[in-house]
């Protein structure tokens, strides 16, 4: 809330991941930036890796939006395919585009 509060909405996806970065630092949040998820197929690790926007305590999978059209189908089911592959259970999808903070939250 802090950051939509402060910038507002509409800016590009990489000015709030910036912002979310420093609040995270400043509020001793523990947290990996586009951090490296492996993706198995069967027992074998693909070559192919994912990467989250945030992943927080090793527990929840962040991912930030900036989008007018709202939380697309598309992004709640790469959402939810990544808390798949990485084995995490808990995924939040924050949308900054719109007027008024948009978020969804998704348990695995």
């Known amino acids: 809330m ?3 509060n402060t910038l507002g909405y509409g800016f590009a996806e990489v000015v709030y991941k910036d ?3 420093i609040e995270f ?15 198995k197929y069967k027992g074998k690790v693909l070559q192919h890796k994912f990467f989250a926007d ?3 305590h090793q527990k ?10 709202g939380i697309a189908d598309d992004t709640i089911a790469q959402t939810l395919n990544y808390l798949r592959a ?4 808990l995924g939040l999808i924050i949308n900054f585009g719109k007027k008024g903070l948009e978020y969804k939250r998704l348990v695995y």
């Open 60 to 69: 929840v999978i962040l991912e930030v939006k900036s989008g007018r059209e």
């Open 25 to 39: 630092v400043e509020r001793n949040i523990q947290y990996a930036r586009e951090h490296l998820h492996v993706i």
């Open 86 to 89: 990485s084995g995490i259970r």
């Open 19 to 21: 912002a979310m970065e």
């Open 2 to 4: 802090e950051v939509y």
């Open 54 to 56: 945030y992943t927080l």
